[in-house]
């Protein structure tokens, strides 16, 4: 599940030779760690607008080093482009290239965060161009960017403020180490609803989390990142993964629930659970999920139907089940893991791709059903992510599918984690019925 | 009333002065799958398997650095080395290593023995929570050296001098040198655990086919509490196997029929028990956890059942007076009796399968009117059982029987059962376990829903 290739021209003679040939060499990426200082330098925060000042003064209050204008030749931590107000296209042009200006000095692990507004709401076809303007804009950026440097945009639907949790949220988390795998993205505000955390550290302080297929791989390390984050973890998986799963409960020390989720009363089964143990829960992360790869002309009804049964039907029934209870919540969480061959599509996987694709449109349509509980649903689809299942696939498919993004390597199953521990946060209340990409920029997709 | 010592004495004598004690429950259980003894877990200690079964429990329970009141279990194949097997085991899992631990050792009765002295110690007020187990591997069992060359080698630690040395190994013999691997024989008879079952069999006249068809319900029930997800949070899947290894599904009465006899065939009567109808040699680990309320609640642990009560019997098969595993026989009349219970009170019996032809001797000897009058001191034969509620999830038979995990399998098994009979009956229901046990004895208990 190491990637040698980037272990070797990161360090010594490799690092060396892969420079003189000109070979592509895969940052190691900042990624957080508890304790972490939030950005590796000072912010600049560029735009004119009421929002950009808004910002800048919300950022000095978390104790960064804040600029307005980029000193030359000192190292950044990030840029933040606050373009709420692009009402043309000709309006980028200003503080584009004033950031354009400062990238050479970005340090490395450094972020680039656009702040703007989303083009369907657009009053105008120009603030529409310009709008859509941005997202062209910030994913060739990201493209651009060297040394696991990351550019990301948070798009505040009409009425959010800059300065509502959410908004907060996800510009903290883009500039943070937790958003290592994450680029090119973007990722809509909604509502002002939500509330911050009193300690960053431990943003799920308190919380009852149930995580399906976290016996290993993803699962395990998305429990391990819920505990760290202060949540207390059911871990669900196969009877026959017990085993496995029993050592993460311990390691997270949590409780293990040894459940088929393909079961009719699973939902219930994970509720009574929780019940019985801490009277209620807060977080349930779909991660649970089987590929039966198979091109369709050869594919059969063993290979389509439990795809389809555990990676979407099994969702399906389980949220309905919690959705009834008046013990989800309150603020109840659900993140559902994708797959960006959900997106993008993927030969040998229609059946999967159907599935994850259900998953996004199942997460979509249940957006405004658990808004009325006060609560919030979204999806994380991963892209290339070194586990397991992936350490299967053949040499060089493998070795072609890890370099195809923007990071050019895969990323780690807590890089998956951490996007998913941040959606299920009370900060992401105002983030609902949204597709979160942890892909490093993957080439294929959108 | 008989004078044979083993009648059933009057109810009221031992309730009259009993202290009033608070209750026992049975929270859950764990084990790893049973595996036939030289097969998946041939590599396996009974330290590895013990802890194995603590960590699931554990995990399942979210005891990780608990401070429990007292953690026994034990083995029966134990190597000399384990000679604190189970405080090992807890130190290697997950509890808190302030948790303290005793090994226990009664045979196959060993694993309800922990259950029955632990429970005892809650109901007492001693401890407010506790984890029984029991563990036995027939696969890496203690190989033991010879007499002589042991007394040789004791003897060789004394001497002084260079030609007392000589002298002492001159003493050794080349029949000294063979190693003496563990067997299941009575040292007092001689005979193996499954001769003495053929001898009962034989004076109770248990048919071959009635003894295949206990092992063929055996197989089908377990089969059919596996299917319906009956163990899904009572076993832990270990070394990558996920359930009993001796299970058969698809075993039929043919094929059991097929099968050659083991046992009893030098007795002249026709042998009818065989590999089918007796229980493999097992590796495996089991545990149970037991609390008062108090603790259980505080936590918000679920509560199965209540270990009410139970009681140890001993016979005279030296002499043959008894069959060597027929203390059961003696030992659920006078539990029963002491809290004015019948067969008939039972909801479900876990009657320990060491043989098919056990339980059935069993039957038989409650079920014979001699047997009641003479040796229970009845007026007739103590009672007839409804075979429809008996091991109904399966026993020793189909899930296999390493000695001292057997009792912590039937506890926890029976104590989910009773809970699920008892929430959907909406009146407690009430389950007998009856382990026996090598040395002629045996230990039997009741438990109550909640």
């Known amino acids: ?446 | 009333m008989s004078t044979d010592g083993q009648s059933i004495p009057a109810a009221e004598a031992a309730a009259a002065s009993a202290p009033a004690l608070r209750r026992a429950v049975v929270v859950g259980g764990n084990r790893i799958p049973f595996a036939r003894a030289g097969g998946s877990y041939a590599k396996s200690s009974n330290q590895d398997m013990l802890t194995a079964a603590l960590d699931g429990l554990i995990a399942r329970f979210g005891l990780q650095d608990e401070r429990l009141g007292e953690v026994a279990a034990g083995a029966v194949l134990k190597h000399s080395r384990d000679f604190n097997l189970t405080r090992e085991a807890v130190l290697g899992s997950a509890l808190s290593p302030e948790t303290p631990a005793y090994d226990l050792q009664q045979a196959c009765a060993t694993g309800l023995e922990t259950v029955v002295g632990l429970a005892n110690k809650i109901r007492l007020g001693q401890i407010e929570s506790a984890i029984a187990g029991g563990v036995d591997s027939a696969s890496d069992a203690p190989i033991v050296v010879s007499e002589g060359l042991r007394e040789v080698i004791l003897d060789l630690n004394r001497a002084k001098t260079l030609p007392q040395r000589l002298q002492i190994l001159a003493r050794l013999r080349p029949k000294d040198l063979a190693p003496l691997a563990p067997g299941t024989s009575e040292p007092r008879t001689g005979l193996s655990m499954g001769e003495h079952q053929a001898l009962t069999t034989a004076q109770w006249k248990i048919s071959r086919e009635a003894q295949d068809e206990v092992a063929l319900n055996s197989h089908r029930n377990l089969a059919a509490a596996y299917e319906s997800g009956f163990f899904d949070d009572l076993v832990t899947p270990y070394r990558g196997v996920t359930r009993d290894g001796n299970l058969r599904a698809d075993t039929s009465m043919e094929k059991l029929a097929a099968l050659k006899p083991v046992f009893g065939k030098s007795l002249g009567a026709e042998a009818t028990m065989t590999a089918g109808n007796s229980t493999p040699l097992t590796d495996g680990a089991s545990t149970v956890l037991l609390a008062s309320d108090e603790w259980a609640d505080a936590r918000d642990l679920p509560k199965l059942a209540a270990v009410v009560d139970a009681e140890a019997a001993a016979v005279d098969f030296v002499h043959g007076k008894d069959g060597l595993l027929m203390a059961p026989v003696f030992a659920v009349p006078r539990l029963l009796a002491r809290h004015n219970l019948t067969l008939a009170d039972i909801d479900f019996f876990e009657i320990h399968e060491a043989f098919a032809a056990t339980v059935l001797s069993t039957l038989a000897a409650w079920e014979d009117e001699e047997f009641g009058r003479t040796r229970l001191g009845l007026d007739g034969a103590y009672g007839k059982i409804d075979r429809a509620r008996l091991n109904v999830n399966g026993s020793s038979l189909a899930a296999g029987h390493p000695f001292a995990a057997t009792g912590g399998r039937i506890v926890a098994s029976l104590a989910k059962q009773l809970h699920e009979k008892g929430s959907s009956d909406g009146r407690p229901a009430r389950g007998l376990v009856s382990v026996c046990a090598a040395g002629g004895q045996g230990v039997v208990a009741i438990l109550e829903s909640l």
């Open chain 1, 1 to 446: 599940m190491t990637d040698k290739y980037a272990q070797l021209v990161n360090q010594g003679i490799g690092r060396n030779v892969a420079r003189k040939l000109g070979l592509p060499r895969p940052a190691v990426l900042r990624r957080y760690r508890p304790g972490q200082a939030l950005v590796t330098g000072p912010v600049v925060v560029q735009g004119d607008s009421a929002a950009a000042d808004k910002l800048a003064a919300e950022l000095l209050t978390w104790d960064l080093d804040v600029r307005r204008h980029a000193v030359p030749r000192e190292k950044l931590g990030a840029i933040i482009l606050v373009l709420d107000e692009v009402a043309h296209p000709e309006d980028l042009e200003r503080p584009v290239l004033a950031a354009a200006g400062s990238l050479r000095d970005l340090d490395a692990g450094a972020r680039v965060i656009t702040v703007s507004r989303p083009a369907a709401e657009a009053g105008t076809p120009a603030a529409a161009a310009a709008r859509q303007g941005v997202d062209g804009f910030l994913r060739s950026l990201a493209k651009e960017l060297r040394a696991g440097a990351t550019g990301n945009g948070v798009l505040l639907a009409e009425g959010v403020e800059v300065s509502s949790p959410s908004a907060l949220a996800a510009v903290r988390f883009f500039l943070s180490g937790r958003s290592a795998f994450v680029d090119g993205q973007f990722l809509t505000v909604s509502g002002n609803g939500g509330s911050l955390p009193d300690d960053t550290g431990r943003p799920l302080a308190g919380k009852i989390a149930a995580v399906t297929g976290a016996a290993r791989g993803i699962g395990a390390d998305i429990a391990r990142t819920l505990h760290r984050d202060g949540a207390t973890v059911i871990l669900v998986d196969l009877p026959a993964a017990g085993d496995h799963l029993a050592a993460v409960a311990n390691e997270v020390k949590g409780t293990a629930l040894q459940l088929d989720i393909s079961r009719e009363d699973a939902g219930r089964k994970i509720m009574e659970h929780a019940v019985q143990r801490h009277g209620r829960l807060d977080v349930m992360v779909h991660n649970a999920g089987i590929t039966r790869d198979k091109l369709l002309v050869n594919m059969d009804q063993a290979r389509w139907h439990p795809v389809i049964n555990i990676n979407i039907a099994a969702q399906l029934r389980i949220n309905e089940a919690l959705l009834a209870s008046e013990h989800f919540g309150p603020a109840p969480r659900i993140v559902s893991v994708a797959s960006t061959s959900g997106i993008a599509g993927n030969r040998g996987q229609t059946n999967y791709a159907a599935s994850k694709g259900g998953v996004m449109g199942m997460v979509r349509a249940t957006a405004p059903l658990i808004a009325r509980a006060g609560g919030s649903i979204n999806a994380v689809a991963p892209g290339f992510i070194e586990t397991e299942m992936t350490a299967r696939i053949p040499f060089a498919l493998r070795e072609i599918a890890r370099r195809a993004n923007s990071l050019q390597q895969g990323g780690r199953p807590g890089d998956v984690a951490e996007a998913i521990a941040f959606l299920a946060s009370d900060a992401a209340g105002g983030i609902n019925g949204e597709v979160l990409r942890v892909c490093g920029q993957n080439m294929v997709g959108a």
